[in-house]
């Protein structure tokens, strides 16, 4: 059954999708554990909240997606992806980056590209393409939805509803009837609806909104079954999506990127027998998330684990660093001499004098000045992108302790 995730991913190519990390400043979002407080919320509550909630015209979001397919003969096979799209849609002409990471039972690919002037001009692999696209495709390239969906009454077994901080989260239980349709029109980027006995047993998902009405973060899981040459097999899906630097993700396309990017063949001249695919161990997934975290620091962002035991990554000529402190659980960034830190186990950064506390509504010292204030906050948002880029989230580490 995995051999359709290997035909899957050349799918991908020629359905285009791609992109490239960048440093850019933004507004921090939350992630830090809260206090969960149980609501008491209607169908109508949560039908509002999907139907009322504001759509940022840029944001950056992290993506994961999981299919784990356990075989009648104790086998398993898996397809893991995880991406990072960084959507610039506060002009008229939409910018992007879109970075993805595919493991098909580890045979691994990687795609990274630019979305400008209605073309997506990716590299597959080390293969360069440009395709032309909407804004539309290019979205579901990134196999996850990117908003939320109001379902209707009757589709949801039960509701409840949680306060987390500023945030509200609604989570559904699906009824089994109408599973099968939701899991095949919305989230099967896979095809298991294709294949004989196709039966989702179970569905949940959970949306989180932020402070001002807006999707912060959406979760999927559902369980299905299905045949494949006489093998009944169950499979484990899951996929996230949470959202940061709403409003304020900025994409830059350069003049000489365009330069470079003018050589790109168009995707149907691809030679695909010139796709290799990555089938080395040195992105795969650790037993824990800060071993995996350690792990592609190094091989997907270029870090340089130093005889100290810290991670460092310096860019723009030297003049600035991020450096990771794992026994500390600390977050360093530093512009020339100035430096900050972000400290993701008790949630608090620092500057000098000046601490921000995230877990207290993102408290700040009488000792800040706003814009010191601002840059912590924004530090954390780098690190986060740290953790997007490596599949993870903070969410992720600081679960772990």
């Known amino acids: 059954m995995i051999r359709k995730a290997e035909i899957c991913l050349l799918c991908l190519v020629l359905a285009g999708c791609g992109s490239a990390a960048q440093k850019t400043d933004g507004t921090a979002s939350s992630t830090a554990p809260a206090a969960v407080q149980r609501l008491s919320v209607s169908y109508d509550d ?5 139907k009322n909630a504001e759509t940022a015209r840029s944001y950056t979001a992290g993506v994961k997606c999981a299919y784990d397919m356990h075989y009648s003969d104790n086998t398993m096979d898996a397809f893991d992806m995880d991406a990072v799209l960084e959507y610039d849609g506060s002009t008229s002409d939409v910018n992007a980056h879109l970075n993805q990471n595919i493991d098909s039972n580890g045979t691994k690919s990687t795609m990274d590209g630019y979305y400008y002037g209605g073309r997506l001009y990716n590299t597959y692999n080390s293969v360069t393409y440009y395709e032309d696209m909407d804004v539309d495709g290019l979205l579901s ?4 939805p990117l908003s939320a969906k109001c379902y209707d009454k009757d ?4 509701l409840s509803g949680t306060q987390e901080g500023s945030k509200t989260v609604y989570t559904l239980t699906l009824d089994p009837k109408a599973a099968d349709d939701i899991f095949s029109s919305r989230y099967d980027s896979y095809g298991l609806k294709d294949y004989d006995d196709f039966n989702v047993t179970s569905g949940t998902v959970k949306d989180t909104f932020d402070e001002k009405g807006r999707l912060a973060n959406e979760t999927a899981d559902f369980t299905i079954s299905v045949s494949y040459e006489s093998q009944k097999i169950t499979v484990d899906y899951s996929s996230e999506v949470s959202f940061s630097r709403l409003d304020s993700t900025s994409v830059t ?13 168009n995707y149907r001249d691809i030679d695909t027998s010139s796709i290799k695919t990555i089938t080395d161990d040195d992105d795969s997934a650790e037993a824990t998330v800060t ?4 792990k592609r620091l190094v091989s997907r962002l270029n870090y340089n684990k130093g005889s100290d035991g810290l991670y460092t990554l310096e860019f723009n000529n030297g003049n600035e660093s991020y450096q990771i402190d794992f026994s500390r659980h600390t977050f360093l960034y530093a512009e020339r001499s100035i430096k900050y830190s972000y400290n993701w186990k ?6 000098g004098s000046c601490t921000v506390d995230f877990s207290n509504d993102s408290h700040r010292t009488s000792e800040c000045k706003d814009s010191t204030a601002d840059t912590i906050e924004q530090v954390k948002t780098y690190f986060e992108m740290e953790l997007y880029y490596c599949g993870l989230t903070l969410a992720d580490l600081q679960a772990e302790g």
Request: glycine letters at 2%; zero cysteines.
């Open 155 to 158: 589709d949801i077994k039960s």
């Open 291 to 294: 071993d995996t975290f350690r």
């Open 46 to 50: 949560y039908s509002n909240a999907i």
């Open 346 to 351: 008790s949630d608090v950064g620092s500057m």
């Open 141 to 144: 390239s990134v196999l996850v």
């Open 253 to 265: 396309i350069t003049d000489d990127m365009k330069k470079s990017q003018a050589s790109y063949v």
